[in-house]
């Protein structure tokens, strides 16, 4: 069993629909939370971060943490085409060197 | 902002070759990475180091070394390339490692070995 899980997809959206993006994991030790967008033949940029529970919102971007359920979601709303990207979540523990992360889900909001 | 610039978007090499991969930070991060991305696979991490000169293997450091002799720069190296290590190549830095600071990437090197 992989540390994280994560459904590669692809996924489809229209433009304007609710994307809700998710990973799980295993280990309970993870503390902070990420994700990362990564456009066609560019590296993976910071999208959201986040330590321990909780939500966290960023404009159209909202980041969720659930602990007990070791289940993390990325919500987009009101999405666009610009949306079009692979979304890749990354968890770690305090003071660790090492970021997990999952596999990437490709998502396209189409116009 | 935190630049991460690797030295080449594309490279063919043929096998058995030596191969250098460069990576340059800008930013005076303490900590980099050197990962490596394959389809339904993810990130994996190959090395890191969190000084000059100071490194540690990751997940899957055979066929592979690296070098650290300044601050901005960490060097991937394939002794010996194989078809198998074809593959997008990742380099990232970050400030410190006990403060769990985010990763930055460069844009990544697509590696194809012959």
């Known amino acids: 069993q992989k540390e994280v899980e994560q459904d590669p997809g692809p996924l489809s959206v229209p433009e304007g629909a609710i994307v809700s993006l998710n990973c799980t994991y295993s280990?309970?030790?993870?503390?902070?939370f990420m994700w990362y967008r990564q456009y066609s033949r560019k590296g993976p940029e910071l999208l959201m971060y986040?330590?321990?529970?909780g939500n966290k919102e960023d404009g159209r971007f909202t980041a969720q943490v659930d602990k007990s359920s070791k289940y993390i979601s990325l919500f987009i709303r009101d999405s666009q085409p610009s949306d079009s990207a692979t979304y890749l979540c990354?968890?770690?523990?305090?003071?660790?060197?090492?970021?997990?992360f999952g596999a990437g889900t490709r998502l396209t909001v189409k116009p | 902002d935190v630049k991460v610039t690797q030295s080449s978007r594309y490279l063919v090499k043929r096998t058995g070759e030596k191969v250098f991969l460069e990576c340059v930070q800008d930013?005076?991060?303490?900590?980099m990475f050197w990962y490596r991305q394959d389809p339904g696979l993810g990130l994996r991490l190959i090395y890191f180091?969190?000084?000059?000169?100071?490194?540690e293997k990751g997940d899957i450091p055979e066929g592979y070394s690296v070098s650290r002799e300044k601050k901005e720069r960490f060097s991937l190296i394939l002794e010996s390339a194989s078809t198998n290590q074809t593959s997008m190549y990742l380099c990232?830095?970050?400030?410190?490692?006990?403060?769990?600071?985010?990763?930055?990437f460069g844009s990544g090197t697509q590696l194809s070995v012959l």
């Open positions: 986040t330590y321990s529970s």
């Open positions: 990232a830095s970050r400030l410190n490692r006990g403060r769990n600071e985010k990763l930055f």
């Open positions: 930013m005076d991060h303490e900590n």
């Open positions: 280990n309970s030790a993870f503390q902070y």
């Open positions: 180091s969190y000084d000059v000169k100071m490194k």
């Open positions: 990354a968890m770690t523990k305090p003071g660790n060197n090492d970021m997990r």
